[in-house]
């Protein structure tokens, strides 16, 4: 959060300049001009050579970008090199014709079985910008398209990403014993999606409530050598007692109800502290300005964050409609913090 003497300071400084007949915005980490976007938000959506405009970050000499997208996703002044992308980026990337908007009923072929899913694909998705790819897996007894709406986190992405929501097979949840079929259907959904979408293969991601979250754990233990990052809520520790042992590491965003009675907050406790030990962070912590309510563990390893989010709530998705107090309690926008946290990775 930018303290309060400094946004008078910004305050006063963008009155000058608009005094001055400036548009320009006020240099500070954050822009409080008309135009605050960052240099890759300010491109979401958008195509390879379209038209962009954002905020730059350092002194107030710095100009502000108009320019073009490139083909990075990022706004510059300089001219954009269209086409597909070299590194950084899918075989999918340059292919046309792949279906966008809200996809029910999707099928893959995973271990001899057909497995179904949601997808949904930005409607602005043009085959050249590489999206993130966050892969959100349901709790018990529902399925991926009801996750999909009660989550509610494609409108905080504002076109960045592509989301898959996989439908389990049991009711109770999802398989996370080595090798699974739920492992194997992970694999192929990246792999698929990868080829048949421009995604981008530093930005993928993984999210879920309850057994969702265990699967997310688990995953982000895994496969930490192809997730850069995972938000579980309401779930537990990857292996038995938190004692797994990981391939390559993942940023963690944690968010667990006090007033849990399925999953006890004592798990999510355990969970965090999972994760902390594996990104080598301290005890010490700071607010997480995208959402005052979490926490940021601080001390830990290069790119991989871990932030705690308790809520009031009991076992559900962490929701400023539901799941919290009713006496004005502790509440969470999970789909705003879990974008926040993902988009935080470039």
């Not at 899913?117 to 892969?135: M, N």
């Not at 293969?201 to 993984?206: H, L, M």
């Not at 590491?249 to 030990?277: C, Y």
Request: proline share 5%.
């Amino acid at each position: 959060m930018i303290p309060v003497d400094r946004l008078a300071h910004c305050h006063l400084v963008l009155l000058a300049l608009l005094a001055l007949g400036s548009g320009g915005a006020c240099k500070e980490k954050l822009s409080l001009g008309a135009n605050c976007l960052t240099a890759r938000q300010a491109c979401a959506g958008k195509s390879c050579g379209d038209v962009c405009s954002a905020c730059s970050e350092g002194s107030l000499a710095t100009p502000d970008i108009a320019g073009t997208c490139g083909a990075d996703g990022v706004c510059a002044v300089a001219a954009p090199t269209c086409g597909q992308v070299d590194g950084g980026a899918s075989a999918g990337c340059g292919k046309t014709g792949a279906a966008t908007g809200q996809l029910t009923g999707q099928t893959i072929t995973v271990a001899g079985q057909t497995r179904t899913y949601a997808l949904s694909v930005p409607t602005g998705y043009s085959g050249i910008t590489p999206l993130a790819l966050v892969l959100v897996w349901h709790g018990a007894n529902i399925d991926g398209n009801l996750a999909r709406t009660l989550f509610n986190l494609e409108s905080k992405s504002n076109g960045a990403a592509i989301y898959v929501y996989p439908d389990g097979v049991a009711a109770g949840g999802w398989d996370v014993s080595s090798g699974s079929a739920d492992f194997q259907l992970f694999e192929e959904l990246v792999r698929s999606m990868s080829s048949a979408y421009c995604i981008d293969p530093n930005r993928i991601f993984s999210t879920g409530h309850s057994t969702g979250a265990v699967m997310t754990n688990t995953l982000g233990c895994t496969y930490g050598d192809v997730l850069r990052a995972i938000a579980p809520a309401s779930g537990t520790p990857p292996g038995t007692g938190g004692g797994a042992t990981c391939t390559g590491k993942v940023g963690a965003l944690i968010a667990h109800g006090e007033n849990d009675p399925m999953i006890p907050l004592s798990q999510g406790e355990a969970t965090r502290d999972f994760w902390i030990a594996q990104n080598g962070c301290t005890t010490e912590t700071a607010t997480w300005t995208p959402e005052p309510a979490c926490v940021e563990y601080q001390g830990c390893q290069p790119d991989l964050p871990v932030v705690w989010c308790v809520h009031d709530g009991g076992h559900a998705w962490p929701s400023l409609t539901y799941g919290c107090d009713a006496d004005g309690g502790i509440c969470i926008d999970g789909g705003s913090a879990i974008w926040a946290f993902f988009s935080s990775f470039h």
